[in-house]
């Protein structure tokens, strides 16, 4: 592998390590960080006006209490748990890696389960009253059992990433390790899945009530998962934090392009199973492929397309391309749970001639505001604000991480 280089060069080879860590540690770097950090600040003063304004500052009302910050949860989470599993599977299946970037893939999964919490949190609308979600929990709700996985999964990631790097300085042994990664396989499968048992045990929704919703979710977590590895590693070599054989880049892009088409196969049975029986499977179906949501339905597929073109035909194998189809991966895969999320308030499952939105009644829709469309639900200038002030901690942590802890890939000697 590419990081073994250095172990059989001559003894020059030490000078030539350092100048990559010099040019990608920088003024260039400490810009970055400045820059996240400032985006993150703005970000938590937007949320301490909704907090003393409260959530009527959203988009979100009765007919629609899930918005933006629960469609950021659940596209957060796949992220996470994908990252993990592709670091995880070769270890606790003693198969060949993709040359030393288990533990920066490791480290994305844990920034992005730290905002999908603290989206959980802000959607809450009151986080002091956080510590009643365990007083008075449900242990019979899937809400309570993904915040007990969501808690395990974090935890097991950081052990993950500790033992990882203990391994390599030869403190700890690989049976251990492989043992912490069977178990974080394990947890990264059930985090996926019981979150998606949150919308498909909802009889009541029928976009979201189908026994297919967990194992497409846990697709969906690979093929973003993948995607977003595959963007840090490019842009990560490109700045000289590490080394990386191409052959590796290329193995991750056809894993890449597999999961996209398992992840369309997924979307098509549901498709076929929804509408083929008429009634409102079909209502569904339309609402897709010609409604409201019609744009992200055909943003997704003609993302995954180009996906997956670029990951089977060799010619477009070229980084700046790698990288638009995996970014174009990442959007696909957004677009779905913008589709999942606002697809199923957007039926009304009230045989009323009106519901209630807001402070009057209504007719049906209402809450539709004049850039969503004849969407029931688009989000705020301040849920905009928020969002990306979260992502911008992300960002923060992300840099501070590569900045300051072993994330680089180092020779195996083990």
């Known amino acids: 592998m590419s990081e073994n280089v250095s172990a059989v060069q001559p003894p020059q080879a030490p000078a030539a390590e350092k100048a990559p860590a010099a040019r990608f540690g920088g003024r260039g770097m400490n810009i ?20 003393s304004q409260g959530l009527a500052l959203t988009n979100m009302r009765n007919l629609d209490s899930w918005g933006l910050y629960i469609t950021m949860f659940m ?5 996470s748990a994908g990252g993990l599993i592709i670091s995880s599977v070769p270890r606790a299946f003693g198969v060949a890696g993709f040359g030393g970037i288990s533990k920066i893939a490791v480290w994305t999964s844990v920034c992005c389960t730290v905002l999908a919490i603290g989206f959980v949190v802000i959607d809450l609308g009151q986080p002091l009253r956080l510590w009643e979600l365990f007083a008075y929990s449900n242990l019979s709700s899937p809400l309570m059992w ?7 999964y974090l935890v097991l990631s950081v052990v993950y990433l500790w033992a990882t790097v ?46 297919l919703l967990a194992p497409w979710f846990v697709s969906s977590a690979l093929v973003c ?8 590693v490019i842009a990560l070599r490109r700045a000289g934090y590490l080394e990386l054989g191409q052959e590796n880049v290329v193995k991750m892009l056809k ?9 369309l196969y997924f979307f098509g049975c549901d498709l076929l199973t929804e509408g083929f029986p008429g009634g409102e499977g079909a209502d569904v179906v339309a609402m897709l492929t010609s409604g409201a949501l019609a744009p992200f339905f055909w943003a997704e597929i003609v993302l995954c397309a180009f996906a997956a073109v670029v990951a089977f035909v060799p010619a477009l194998r070229r980084n700046g391309l790698i990288v638009a189809a995996s970014l174009a991966a990442i959007a696909a895969i957004f677009c779905k749970r913008v589709q999942l999320l606002v697809g199923g308030f957007q039926l009304p499952n009230l045989d009323y001639p009106a519901v209630m939105s807001g402070s009057g009644l209504t007719e049906a ?30 960002a923060l942590a992300l840099l501070l991480g590569l900045k300051y802890l072993p994330l680089r890939p180092v020779p195996e000697s083990h």
């Open 225 to 232: 998962g993948v995607a977003l590895v595959l963007v840090a």
């Open 255 to 263: 894993l890449l392009g597999v999961f996209v088409m398992v992840d």
């Open 365 to 394: 829709g209402a809450a539709t505001h004049a850039l969503g469309g004849s969407m029931v639900y688009f989000p705020s200038p301040i849920e905009f604000g928020i969002v990306l002030g979260v992502f911008g901690l992300g």
């Open 166 to 211: 203990r391994f390599e300085a030869g403190r700890a042994s690989e049976r251990s390790l492989r043992l912490i990664s069977v178990i974080a396989l394990v947890t990264a499968v059930l985090v996926h899945s019981v979150t998606a048992w949150i919308f498909g045990l909802q009889a009541g929704r029928a976009m979201w009530h189908t026994a």
């Open 146 to 152: 993904d915040i007990v996985v969501l808690a395990v």
């Open 32 to 51: 970055a960080i400045a820059a996240a950090a400032v985006v993150a600040a703005a970000g938590i003063g937007l949320w301490m006006l909704q907090l």
């Open 75 to 79: 596209f957060l989470v796949g992220l």
